[in-house]
Antibody
Framework: QVQLVESGGGVVQPGRSLRLSCAASGFTFSRHAMHWVRQAPGKGLEWVAIISHDGSNKYYADSVKGRFTISRDNSKNTLYVQMNSLKTEDTAVYYC????????????????WGKGTTVTVSS | QSVLTQPPSASGTPGQRVTISCSGSSTSIGSNTVNWYQQLPGTAPKLLIYSSNERPSGVPDRFSGSKSGTSASLAISGLQSEDEADYYCATWEDSLNGWVFGGGTKLTVL
């Protein structure tokens, strides 16, 4: 079955780095753009970043631009997000989600979601 | 402060029809399609409506979406207790070159 499993979350001090992974299975990973979406404790959903099927196009939310880098390894069916210079406001559950399209287009949607991994930024 | 504005809460009794609104702008909803996600307590979001008014397979036809101008709506008819969840609208924001979500609406079934 189609599945996304996030990993790599944990507790990290402000200013430090963390890399999250999302392992995909049950579908052809290389045919889909992929997203990261986060949810702070008790708050709503916040889109973080998207990467096209081949990694050639990437877009970021202003709140993480310059600090987070989204990437993928299609040979390993895995999506990543490298998070640097972490702030307390980055504390959240991070979800990866599959885009129904391969390229980044506005008329699209996230059709499959993982269960999330928790990142806590605290001293 | 979300780019898309949703009421923080909504409620209804079993069997009732409820609507949840999502207000945007000419560069968000006014230019692009809207998607809706349902998040049951303690779970990941799930796609409910895409392309403003399309239902994925498996989503009951009690759920419907519409869009007019810079606003969109999610309607739930024949309300059931299992519909108690948080609902989020989402669309592409041209001015930000990225996706945006509404702040979410917590639906309570009384």
């Amino acid at each position: 079955q189609v599945q996304l499993v996030e990993s790599g979350g944990g507790v990290v001090q402000p200013g430090r780095s963390l890399r999250l992974s999302c392992a995909a299975s049950g579908f052809t990973f290389s045919r889909h753009a992929m997203h990261w979406v986060r949810q702070a404790p008790g708050k709503g959903l916040e889109w973080v970043a998207i990467i096209s099927h081949d990694g050639s196009n990437k877009y970021y939310a202003d709140s993480v631009k310059g600090r987070f880098t989204i990437s993928r390894d299609n040979s390993k069916n895995t999506l990543y997000v490298q998070m640097n210079s972490l702030k307390t406001e980055d504390t959240a559950v991070y979800y990866c989600a599959r885009d129904v399209r391969d390229i980044v287009v506005v008329a699209s949607y996230m059709d499959v979601w993982g269960k999330g991994t928790t990142v806590t930024v605290s001293s | 402060q979300s780019v898309l504005t949703q009421p923080p809460s909504a409620s209804g009794t079993p069997g009732q029809r409820v609507t949840i609104s999502c207000s945007g702008s000419s560069t968000s909803i006014g230019s692009n399609t809207v998607n809706w996600y349902q998040q049951l307590p303690g779970t990941a979001p799930k796609l409910l409506i895409y392309s403003s008014n399309e239902r994925p397979s498996g989503v009951p036809d009690r759920f419907s979406g519409s869009k007019s101008g810079t606003s969109a709506s999610l309607a739930i008819s024949g309300l059931q207790s299992e519909d108690e969840a948080d609902y989020y609208c989402a669309t592409w924001e041209d001015s930000l070159n990225g996706w945006v979500f509404g702040g979410g609406t917590k639906l309570t079934v009384l």
